[in-house]
């Protein structure tokens, strides 16, 4: 079974720069890494996703590690805004989908 | 907003009972996932339809079963309620079979008496 694990919380100071990490130890070649974050009674928001290479959007750059298991989810500068939980999900693509989230990791910005 | 709606968002049945949620995907998308939240817990996938055929299924009992019609909306039926049922089911959409963003709904509170 696929096993995600990210640290409970972490904090951060308002406009620094976070980096929230993530192992995926049993990913395989087309299995993809996705972030997203949650709010208290929302659903899960977008933030990035990628295979291989390191990616960036205007949220944030995701740098996945040259074994792939292991992948790092950077703020650039961090807003109170960003203040949710942040999931990575080891999504398993071929004959039959899975998804595993991670417990999660607990973000708190500091002004 | 994604897009994505779900219905009831709030339901509250017995032990025993069964239970139908329903998920209206994002227009243009074609498959669609359904995940268990328990409080305080990370998103757990139950399972994925893409054009009506289920396409991947996680660690759940035959008594979660789904559907996905021809306009893509689909429902998550639990017969035989636990109390353990009890939990935030979300749903998601996408445009592709793997690999693509997912697109969240707000998710259906179910509370199991």
């Known amino acids: 079974d696929a096993k995600t694990t990210q640290p409970n919380s972490m904090e951060s100071n308002e406009e620094e720069p976070v980096h929230l990490p993530c192992n995926h130890s049993?990913?395989?070649?087309?299995?993809?890494i996705h972030w997203y974050r949650q709010l208290p009674s929302q659903g899960p928001e977008y933030v990035i996703h990628?295979?291989?290479s390191n990616v960036n959007n205007r949220m944030a750059s995701l740098a996945i590690a040259e074994d792939r298991k292991s992948s790092t989810l950077i703020l650039h500068r961090a807003t109170l805004r960003d203040a949710a939980v942040y999931y990575c999900?080891?999504?398993?693509?071929?004959?039959?989908?899975?998804?595993?989230f991670g417990s999660g990791t607990q973000l708190t910005v500091l002004p | 907003e994604t897009g994505v709606t779900q219905s009831p968002t709030h339901l509250i049945k017995t032990r025993g009972q069964q239970v139908t949620l329903r998920c209206s995907s994002q227009?243009?998308?074609?498959?669609v996932s359904w995940y268990q939240q328990a409080l305080g817990q990370g998103p757990q996938f139950i399972f994925q339809?893409?054009?009506?055929?289920?396409?991947g299924r996680g660690n759940f009992p035959p008594r979660f079963s789904g559907l996905q019609f021809p306009n893509y909306s689909s429902e998550l039926n639990v017969n035989a309620l636990e109390l353990d049922d009890s939990a935030l089911y979300l749903c998601?959409?996408?445009?592709?079979?793997?690999?693509?963003?997912?697109?969240f709904g707000e998710g259906s509170r179910l509370t199991v008496l």
């Open positions: 339809y893409y054009r009506e055929e289920e396409n």
């Open positions: 999900i080891h999504d398993r693509s071929g004959s039959a989908r899975q998804l595993t």
């Open positions: 049993t990913i395989s070649g087309t299995d993809y």
């Open positions: 990628g295979l291989t």
């Open positions: 998601a959409s996408s445009f592709k079979l793997a690999g693509d963003q997912l697109f």
């Open positions: 227009s243009g998308h074609n498959t």
